[in-house]
């Protein structure tokens, strides 16, 4: 009988439906893409830095709790999960040659820093990196990039070259023992070639030696092998530092690991896009509203019908059912309606921004749930109306 009643007045019913699928379709599509483009974020960054950890010492006037070069091995060698281990220190200084001179940016650390370095990778095109033995004995070595080499001396293999960086108002002359593969040679075209900044690593003893207000460390990189080992090392990490230097409870050292940010990154996304889902939400209520609308004027529109149904015996409660039944099934129908174009929409949608959109049973079950209980909601009011007139008043309404 409800869908009987809904089939027979089908424009009406559709209009109806309207603002339900219009929110339904909304809601499915803003959490299909939003869930589709936060994996790829956080999937992005997590392959930048997933097994990464860094490791900072709050500053304090004990120097026994400043982090040194021994933590650094005690580290290494008492935690055997530790890959790489290396200051990430950076400073800016001027480069020079016969041939030119250029603005230029200084990494310093161990050996390590070739696994962990983002501007001075591994990716060596000349020449070694510096090794254990010119961070042992303080040479003063340098690995620069193409992109330097070429500014500097007009060719790329420069190794065994000299040059002269000026730091802090020091100046450090330097051997060049490597050449690494050029961060900004793609941006070549973007800039002027002499605005790009060259970039260079060097031990960090050999700068913390000639240069003395740099020894400190204040940042130090720590790479793990696997992702599953990274939040009970950065606890141990910081528990054999905290033991070393006599620091137990003092909330020195701290150890924080690339999944606990990414953890922050999902939760604003997912408040962000559970926020517009909300907002795109409001055409339920809206589309909800039309429903009682409809169904009160259903309900005058039939005010002799339900008459002649109680008169021949029809209780109170079967009335109620059978309107709340027809406002309820008008909103699964829309919920369904708007469940299709909600996926197709996400579709395509996601495939202009080349991403995955991810459905899930929750999201999908809590949108048809709250599309029914906006049928049950904003069905009871006509349907109680319609169940309380009398058989009387109903047979002499005009």
Same mark, same amino acid.
């Given at each position: 009988?409800?869908?009987?009643?809904?089939?027979?007045?089908?424009?009406?019913?559709?209009?109806?439906?309207?603002?339900?699928?219009?929110?339904?379709?909304?809601?499915?599509?803003?959490?299909?893409?939003?869930?589709?483009?936060?994996?790829?974020?956080?999937?992005?960054?997590?392959?930048?830095?997933?097994?990464?950890?860094?490791?900072?010492?709050?500053?304090?006037?004990?120097?026994?709790?400043?982090?040194?070069?021994?933590?650094?091995? /005690?580290?290494?060698?008492?935690?055997?999960?530790?890959?790489?281990?290396?200051?990430?220190?950076?400073?800016?200084?001027?480069?020079?040659?016969?041939?030119?001179?250029?603005?230029?940016?200084?990494?310093?650390?161990?050996?390590?820093?070739?696994?962990?370095?983002?501007?001075?990778s591994s990716n060596l095109i000349h020449g070694r990196y510096f090794n254990?033995?010119?961070?042992?004995?303080?040479?003063?070595?340098? /690995?620069?990039?193409?992109?330097?080499?070429?500014?500097?001396?007009?060719?790329?293999?420069?190794?065994?070259?000299?040059?002269?960086?000026?730091?802090?108002q020091t100046r450090l002359d330097l051997r060049i023992v490597g050449v690494v593969e050029g961060s900004f040679?793609?941006?070549?075209?973007?800039?002027? $070639?002499?605005?790009?900044?060259?970039?260079?690593?060097?031990?960090?003893?050999?700068?913390?030696?000639?240069?003395?207000?740099?020894?400190?460390?204040?940042?130090?990189?720590?790479?793990?092998?696997?992702?599953?080992?990274?939040?009970?090392?950065?606890?141990?990490?910081?528990?054999?530092?905290?033991?070393?230097?006599? $620091?137990?409870?003092?909330?020195?050292?701290?150890?924080?690991?690339?999944?606990?940010?990414?953890?922050?990154?999902?939760?604003?996304?997912?408040?962000?896009?559970?926020?517009?889902?909300? /907002?795109?939400?409001?055409?339920?209520?809206?589309?909800?509203?039309?429903?009682?609308?409809?169904?009160?004027?259903?309900?005058?529109?039939?005010?002799?019908?339900?008459?002649?149904?109680?008169?021949?015996?029809?209780?109170?409660?079967?009335?109620?059912?059978?309107?709340?039944?027809? $406002?309820?099934?008008?909103?699964?129908?829309?919920?369904?309606?708007?469940?299709?174009?909600?996926?197709?929409?996400?579709?395509?949608?996601?495939?202009?921004?080349?991403?995955?959109?991810?459905?899930?049973?929750?999201?999908?079950?809590?949108?048809?749930?709250?599309?029914? $209980?906006?049928?049950?909601?904003?069905?009871?009011?006509?349907?109680?109306?319609?169940?309380?007139?009398?058989?009387?008043?109903?047979?002499?309404?005009?």
């Amino acid at each position: 009988m409800a869908l009987d009643s809904i089939f027979a007045n089908k424009m009406r019913s559709f209009l109806t439906m309207l603002g339900i699928i219009i929110g339904i379709a909304s809601v499915i599509a803003i959490l299909a893409v939003g869930n589709g483009a936060a994996k790829e974020i956080t999937g992005t960054f997590s392959d930048l830095g997933a097994t990464t950890i860094n490791l900072t010492a709050n500053d304090s006037d004990d120097s026994n709790a400043a982090l040194e070069q021994e933590d650094l091995v /005690v580290l290494k060698d008492s935690i055997e999960e530790i890959q790489y281990i290396s200051p990430n220190q950076q400073i800016s200084g001027t480069a020079s040659t016969e041939m030119d001179s250029r603005q230029a940016v200084v990494s310093y650390g161990t050996p390590d820093l070739q696994y962990l370095s983002q501007t001075m990778s591994s990716n060596l095109i000349h020449g070694r990196y510096f090794n254990q033995i010119d961070f042992d004995e303080n040479n003063s070595v340098v /690995v620069i990039d193409t992109d330097g080499a070429e500014a500097l001396f007009g060719r790329t293999d420069v190794v065994g070259e000299t040059l002269s960086v000026n730091i802090t108002q020091t100046r450090l002359d330097l051997r060049i023992v490597g050449v690494v593969e050029g961060s900004f040679a793609d941006m070549q075209g973007a800039f002027d $070639a002499d605005q790009i900044p060259l970039f260079m690593a060097m031990p960090q003893s050999t700068v913390g030696q000639q240069v003395p207000q740099l020894a400190g460390m204040n940042s130090v990189i720590i790479e793990v092998e696997d992702t599953e080992q990274i939040e009970p090392i950065s606890n141990q990490i910081v528990r054999l530092l905290e033991l070393r230097n006599d $620091a137990v409870g003092e909330n020195i050292y701290n150890a924080r690991n690339f999944l606990q940010a990414l953890d922050q990154v999902n939760n604003v996304l997912s408040l962000f896009i559970n926020f517009i889902a909300a /907002v795109a939400g409001i055409a339920l209520l809206v589309g909800g509203i039309g429903v009682m609308n409809i169904m009160l004027v259903s309900v005058t529109e039939r005010t002799r019908e339900i008459g002649t149904r109680k008169a021949l015996g029809a209780t109170t409660k079967t009335i109620l059912i059978q309107f709340l039944m027809e $406002a309820v099934i008008l909103s699964l129908i829309g919920g369904m309606i708007g469940l299709t174009l909600g996926i197709l929409l996400s579709n395509v949608i996601a495939s202009a921004l080349n991403i995955v959109p991810i459905y899930t049973l929750g999201s999908v079950g809590l949108v048809l749930a709250f599309s029914t $209980a906006v049928g049950v909601f904003f069905g009871i009011y006509p349907a109680r109306k319609a169940a309380k007139l009398t058989p009387i008043d109903a047979l002499r309404f005009e």
